[in-house]
């Protein structure tokens, strides 16, 4: 209670000009400056990644992670609005590069037809960075084929690292066909489950 008005904090609050909605000269409310920056720029950055990107849920977890990126540093940066476009154009390039790692180990793993593994041609380099995804991914799938059980690990290791046909496989395993589908099977849903 404000003594020399009689008015309660509560009424005092709703008589200010903007609680009662009545706007200050120029007719605009005063935006901080991350909410302006926000505002202007949450369409502009919506579109970039829509125009590039499929997937609407991948769209809309894109811009969130530009704009937590943008918060994360916003008192230290200069030109917020530059910052906001360059911090666009990087959660881009790690999408597609987590994406194109993925879809990498999913065709390494994938046994669609019983053929040889893979299908990719591991042994061309037409790219600098096509080889370094290669190398890091081939790393990756190392790793994980170590995490697991002996018998899930040498099936991986005779279909995919060797590229051995499925009965050729079975017979250096010393198991039948079908127990050797099944533990690649297992083996494929333990790696997805470390990766992912």
Same mark, same amino acid.
Not at 65 to 89: G, Q, S, W
């Given at each position: ?15 200010e ?5 009545v ?7 005063? !935006? ?17 990644? %829509? !125009?590039? #990107? !499929? ?12 704009? #937590?990126?943008?918060? %994360? ?13 360059? #911090? %666009?154009?990087?959660?881009? @390039? ?50 994980? #084929?170590?995490?697991?059980?002996? %018998?899930?690990a ?30 690649l ?9 470390? @990766?992912?």
């Amino acid at each position: 209670m404000d003594e020399t008005t009689g008015m309660r904090d509560d009424e005092m609050a709703a008589s200010e000009p903007e609680a009662r909605g009545v706007l200050p000269e120029g007719g605009e409310r005063e !935006r901080d400056p991350w909410t302006a920056l926000y505002e202007d720029h949450y369409e502009e950055v919506r579109r970039y990644f %829509a !125009r590039r #990107v !499929r997937c609407s849920h991948d769209v809309e977890d894109l811009v969130q992670d530009v704009f #937590v990126e943008v918060l %994360a540093h916003f008192a230290n940066v200069l030109y917020p609005r530059l910052y906001v476009r360059t #911090v %666009a154009k990087h959660q881009l @390039y790690t999408y597609w590069r987590g994406r194109r790692k993925s879809l990498m180990i999913e065709h390494f793993l994938l046994d669609a037809d019983g053929g040889p593994a893979g299908g990719m041609c591991w042994n061309c380099a037409p790219d600098p960075l096509e080889q370094l995804l290669r190398k890091e991914t081939t790393g990756i799938v190392g790793s994980m #084929v170590d995490c697991l059980t002996p %018998a899930l690990a040498e099936a991986l290791r005779l279909r995919f690292l060797r590229g051995m046909r499925i009965d050729e496989a079975a017979v250096q395993a010393g198991c039948s066909r079908e127990a050797l589908k099944k533990r690649l099977k297992r083996a494929r849903r333990s790696i997805i489950d470390l @990766y992912s």
